[in-house]
């Protein structure tokens, strides 16, 4: 069975990046791919561009064979068969459907629910249910977005990780004082865990003093700001960690965690809005008892087991249900 071509479309998040390369990867781990990441110009004047065109192949205008005919390369026909193409974020929304156009036995997947008409155009869109998308054929409902982390079973109950966000202007307010009550409050009750700490680039200076002076007044507590941590450290820490502990601002953070296998404890954030999209999501995993939400005055809780079931999965029921409907003999494979 030959593989299956992919186009992974990369906007340069590393957010959303993740997500397509998550899709992917469990694409490949249940039938072979050919994979060719394609970078989305995030310049102002190519994004117009990608709208040009796919307005004018949903007009089928002769102006738009013409252009198509002016790039080279690019004319229907010239490049190799493609099957798959997928991307994240706002600014593929286009690149995806203007690839369409070119390839036009291709499926097209998009990691999120776009706004209309593009909605209507892609052939299916992967939306965590925290976004609340309306029943269509077109969209598979996941319970959070597609995560790349392994979960390696090396959990160790007696490691903790705590994991710090920090500013974001649109969503939340900070209070590093009162965050650094509650760390210490953790922190102090539980000396029987050994706590890995670690911020994150949005963590305001101030934060991070006050946890590294809390770091290291504990015995048990070991402090690692970002700029000090590698590549591929988070998810190292995933893998032993049995525990991790995550502001409920950093909910990629959770997901992650999750994916991972880890039992997860979320703290809450001062949010501008009570009615948003990150703590519908965290609440409805509290709901499916898959995290736990952290309130001020509670004891410690000696966190010796995973609540819920199994580790999230989302990446590969994605990849599952893009075979699912388009090439269900390679799911036997």
């Known amino acids: 069975m030959p593989p299956l071509a992919i186009i992974a479309l990369l906007d340069g998040s590393p957010g959303h990046e993740k997500q ?14 050919a994979v060719t990441p394609e970078t989305v110009d995030r310049r102002g004047r190519a994004i117009a561009a990608n709208w040009l065109r796919y307005g004018l192949a949903l007009l089928s205008s002769p102006l738009s064979a013409l252009l198509s005919s002016l790039s080279p390369g690019r004319a229907r026909g010239r490049e190799g068969r493609v099957d798959l193409i997928v991307g994240t974020g706002s600014r593929t929304h286009a690149a995806l459907l203007h690839r369409k156009q070119r390839h036009p036995e291709a499926r097209t997947v998009c990691c999120m629910m776009p706004d209309l008409p593009f909605a209507l155009g892609l052939d299916l869109c992967l939306v965590p249910a925290h976004d609340e998308p309306p029943a269509r ?41 009162r965050l650094a009550r509650r760390v ?22 101030e934060t991070a003093d006050k946890l590294a002076y809390i770091a290291g007044s504990l015995p048990n507590v070991s402090l690692f700001r970002a700029a000090e941590t590698p590549p591929g450290w988070i998810e190292r820490q995933y893998a032993v960690n049995g525990q991790v502990w995550v502001t409920a601002d950093s909910v990629s953070m959770v997901y992650e965690a999750l994916t991972a296998g880890c039992r997860v404890v979320v703290l809450p954030v001062a949010w501008k809005q009570r009615d948003n999209k990150f703590q519908r999501s965290i609440d409805l995993l509290v709901a499916r008892k898959l995290a736990r939400e952290y309130r001020d005055g509670e004891p410690a809780v000696r966190l010796d087991s995973r609540e819920g079931g199994a580790a999230l999965r989302e990446a590969d029921r994605c990849a599952a249900e893009i075979l699912r409907r388009w090439w269900p003999e390679r799911l036997e494979i």
């Open 20 to 33: 397509t390369r998550a899709v992917v990867k469990a694409l490949g781990t249940r039938t072979p791919i």
């Open 184 to 205: 210490r409050e953790i922190l102090a009750g539980s000396p029987h865990l050994t706590w890995t700490v670690s911020t994150s680039p949005r963590t305001p200076d």
């Open 137 to 177: 054929r077109n969209i598979f409902t996941t319970i959070g977005p597609p995560c790349g982390v392994e979960e390696l079973r090396e959990h160790d109950p007696g490691r903790a990780l705590l994991l710090i966000g920090g500013l974001d202007a649109k969503s939340h307010y900070w209070d590093s004082e």
